[in-house]
């Protein structure tokens, strides 16, 4: 487990922030890790139907690298155009601190969501404001790691299936990416839903995905999946990219492409073979419901959520430099408080 212990750049000394103030990590500049500058912000405060959240931990998502970096790998005309300073993040686990007028949350409570997503977010901090349907009760058996592993990643891979996709029991997905956040969750979601899985992910990772539950291993580094997978119903894909066309021979006639980032897999190709592709990718959204449906497998131990590593806020930026070197297994998160 990566347990980074040095980091962004700090202005200011170390220790608590004083009353109305709190540290946050900022992005002044969109580029490299280092934009990541933690420094001493005023405090926000909850509007109506929104609580304040003293932010333990906070997840590590490819999104709030994108962000970082000023959504440069996204087509201009599809790319968002934050506005600067920005707080990035958008998992958070921690108490609620206060409440705004009409919100169902009591101050002490324990909770963890997906932030405004899409939209403004802002994790990275030691308090975070957010609309109450954005967030579920912690449960007790989870602690604040997990709680802020979970949202972005989990809630992915829960809506394509439950709300997108709704493969059927005993039809066989495809996952790429299986050892990521979004993959290793959505495994164990498909196993859940009786759905045969081919996980395909680097050879460090086979044993951990067995373990998760796929009925069949590919590792792309040795083997080209689209060389030895065939008659598959899903291609759930997490990478995407130029090349993703060269999968298509993966899926039988009438099989469905899922990506979850963005991929060429040459539209008119795919027709001629028949198989289905979205005609634009699904977007996952912040849903405190949805994540309490999740949070109740993961009590249950139907889900299990790999912690890989994890930053104290200070060195968000040892995260993303650690996030891009690649072979992610899991989740990465913060400590906000140790
Ligand atoms: N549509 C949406 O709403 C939505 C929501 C969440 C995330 N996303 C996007 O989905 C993508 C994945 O997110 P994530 O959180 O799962 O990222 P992640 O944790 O970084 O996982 C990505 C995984 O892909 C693996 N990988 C890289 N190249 C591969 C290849 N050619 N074949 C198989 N595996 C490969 C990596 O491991 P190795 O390097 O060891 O191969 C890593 O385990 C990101 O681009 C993210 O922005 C979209």
């Known amino acids: 487990m990566a347990n980074g212990t040095t980091g962004g750049t700090t202005t200011g000394p170390a220790g608590d922030a004083g009353p109305g103030t709190m540290w946050a990590v900022r992005v002044h500049a969109f580029g490299g890790p280092e934009a990541l500058i933690r420094e001493r912000v005023p405090r926000p405060a909850p509007g109506p139907g929104e609580v304040l959240v003293r ?42 601190a206060a409440t705004g007028p009409g919100s169902r949350l009591q101050v002490g409570e324990r909770v ?18 957010s609309p109450d349907g954005d967030l579920a009760r912690l449960p007790d058996a989870l602690d604040h790691l997990t709680g802020a592993a979970l949202p972005m990643a989990g809630l992915t891979a829960h809506q394509y299936l ?23 969750l959505a495994v164990q979601l ?18 951990f995905l067995r373990d998760l539950g796929a009925d069949r291993f590919v590792d792309y580094t040795a083997t080209p999946p689209e060389e030895v997978i065939r ?75 790999a912690v890989s590593g994890t930053f104290p806020l200070a060195a968000a930026a040892d995260a993303h430099r ?4 690649g072979h992610l297994r899991g989740k990465l998160a913060l400590r906000v408080v140790d």
Do not use: C
Not at 119 to 129: F, H, I, L, M, T
Not at 245 to 251: E, G, T
């Open 231 to 305: 008659d598959a119903d899903l291609l759930l894909d997490t990478v995407g990219g130029p090349h993703a066309h060269r999968l298509l021979p993966v899926l039988r006639r009438g099989g469905r492409i899922a990506p979850v980032f963005l991929g060429d897999y040459h539209p008119a190709r795919t027709a001629a073979l028949g198989l289905v592709l979205d005609p634009s990718m699904w977007q996952v959204r912040s849903s405190g419901a949805d994540l309490a449906d999740l949070d109740a497998l993961v009590v249950s131990g139907t889900v299990r959520v």
């Open 162 to 184: 439950t709300r997108h996709l709704r493969p059927a029991p005993g039809s066989t997905a495809v996952v790429i990416g299986a050892a990521g956040g979004v993959g290793h």
């Open 322 to 325: 650690h996030a891009e070197r």
């Open 190 to 207: 498909l196993k859940a839903a009786g759905v045969r899985v081919v996980a395909v992910a680097d050879g460090r990772h086979e044993a």
């Open 55 to 96: 932010v333990h931990a906070a997840g590590v998502n490819p999104a709030d690298r994108y962000q970082r970096q000023g959504f440069t790998n996204i087509p201009p005309e599809l790319r968002p155009r934050p506005e600067l300073p920005l707080i990035p993040g958008s998992d958070i686990s921690g108490v609620v």
């Open 112 to 129: 963890h969501g997906l932030v405004n997503f899409p939209g403004r977010s802002a994790g990275y901090a030691e308090y975070a404001v």
